[in-house]
């Protein structure tokens, strides 16, 4: 088994800055299946999103609406996958959970409980 905990959210205000920070820990058999991360955040009344992945070689995908805000890292050793949001907008509001699994564009495998980001204006 895996257990995804992500850490990192809260209150801030337009314009303002997060970094959420997502530990994987439990079988490292598991582990080795990882061949992407990333983070998906849901909205009230919206469908869970895709907001950036990383892949075991580094590389990185990222939504739309994010690019050019939100950087997406990973140090490998530690299983442990990092979103650093910038400019935040009252939009990004939303839980954001963290993913882990085998697809190198939806890694979907593992899942973490999800942390509150909420940006007043």
């Known amino acids: 088994q895996v257990q995804m905990v992500e850490s990192g959210g809260g209150l801030v205000q337009a314009g303002g800055s997060l970094r959420l920070t997502c530990t994987a820990s439990g079988s490292i058999l598991s582990f080795i299946s990882f061949n992407a991360m990333g983070w998906y955040r849901q909205a009230p009344g919206k469908q869970r999103e895709l907001v950036a992945l990383i892949t075991k070689g580094g590389t990185t995908n990222y939504a739309d609406s994010v690019k050019g805000r939100f950087t997406i890292s990973r140090d490998g050793a530690k299983n442990t996958v990092h979103l650093e949001m910038l400019s935040l907008k009252p939009e990004d509001t939303a839980v954001y959970y963290c993913?882990?699994?085998?697809?190198?564009?939806?890694?979907?495998?593992?899942w973490g409980r999800g942390t509150q980001v909420t940006v007043s204006s």
């Open positions: 993913a882990a699994g085998r697809s190198f564009n939806d890694p979907n495998d593992y």
